[in-house]
């Protein structure tokens, strides 16, 4: 069996759940802190003489609000890596937290800012200001890390094409390597799921997007996500490129090879022709597009006459207008 070169560990506790989110999470006592780290190290032993990564992400949830006993004890066991992201929420980082993180090897920060504008943040329920979202970042880069993402998001409740600019504006000025910009989606489930969405101001939202981030010098590698030339996040890269992946901690999803399944849930078994559908959906997200050879065998014809796929050279990649229709594009594949 080849090596695993991508982990994913999923930290499942909140302070708060904000009503926009769909993903695992709960408040964590000290008592369930532990005994979580307790199990993502059995199961990194479980699975070590399989596991050489080349990327580690620490997602969630809120992973910053463990606090440093635990953090210091899940860091050692995990990396290192050549990239290691931990996601943090500003609320919850300190000069203690930064150094550690630092000290046991994280090298790339992802900030879940979502917005420069405090009654957006009350909207989505965030606990941070947009102040510390600064501070927090400041420390960061006072910490000494040189590759740090901002989490923001458009289309929320109120938004003007204003606000977003100035996010955006705010965004730029801080210089971080990375900018994640995601469209807010109403899930089952949330607070969010019954907001009628206004599909037109959020075109406009990721026309502005765009055409600030890009002006920027930031490359606009994959429908949501702009980074610095050399800075794009490898670990999703390797989601999109279909690499074979871990995933520890509740609800997390692991892919190697046709098996697949979530942590505490049901294993699926897939075929190579489900793995090929699901490497051409995925593979169209990033910009630079796919082989147009992969989709031999697949009637795109609609796709193209109606402008949401083009083909360049030998690639197949989303037009402009396409990247606001992928997931209907990716409805022709899987």
């Not at 050489?52 to 006993?69: D, M, N």
Request: some cysteine; hydrophobic content about 40%; charged content about 20%.
């Amino acid at each position: 069996m080849e090596l695993i070169r991508h982990l994913y560990i999923h930290v499942p506790f909140c302070q708060s759940k904000c009503p926009y989110c769909a993903f695992s999470s709960a408040p964590g006592t000290a008592t369930a802190m532990t005994g979580f780290v307790d199990n993502v190290l059995a199961a990194l032993r479980r699975w070590s003489s399989q596991l050489a990564p080349q990327t580690i992400f620490i997602g969630g949830g809120t992973p910053s609000i463990l606090p440093v006993t635990e953090m210091r004890r899940l860091l050692t066991a995990t990396g290192p890596a050549p990239e290691f992201t931990l996601e943090c929420n500003p609320a919850t980082v300190d000069s203690e937290k930064a150094r550690l993180y630092r000290q046991l090897g994280v090298n790339r920060i992802s900030l879940g800012v979502q917005s420069l504008d405090d009654a957006q943040l009350r909207t989505l329920g965030r606990i941070h200001t947009a102040r510390q979202a600064l501070e927090t970042y400041r420390l960061l880069r006072a910490t000494g890390f040189a590759n740090l993402n901002l989490d923001l998001m458009f289309g929320l409740p109120g938004q003007t094409p204003a606000q977003w600019r100035d996010t955006l504006r705010q965004a730029i000025a801080l210089q971080p390597e990375h900018i994640s910009a995601y469209s807010l989606t109403r899930e089952d489930g949330t607070a969010f799921a019954d907001l009628a969405p206004n599909d037109e101001l959020e075109r406009e939202l990721f026309e502005i997007t765009m055409e600030t981030l890009t002006g920027a010098g930031y490359r606009h590698y994959e429908i949501s996500n702009f980074a610095r030339p050399g800075c794009e996040c490898r670990h999703n890269i390797a989601y999109w490129e279909g690499a074979d992946y871990l995933g520890l901690g509740p609800s997390a999803v692991s892919t190697i090879g046709l098996r697949r399944w979530t942590e505490g849930g049901n294993e699926e078994q897939l075929t190579p022709a489900i793995k090929r559908a699901e490497r051409i959906a995925f593979g169209l997200r990033m910009l630079d597009g796919i082989p147009a050879e992969w989709a031999t065998g697949f009637d795109i014809s609609h796709l193209l006459a109606d402008g949401l796929v083009q083909r360049r050279g030998d690639r197949l990649q989303l037009t402009r207008r396409g990247l606001f229709f992928a997931d209907e594009v990716a409805e022709t594949f899987v």
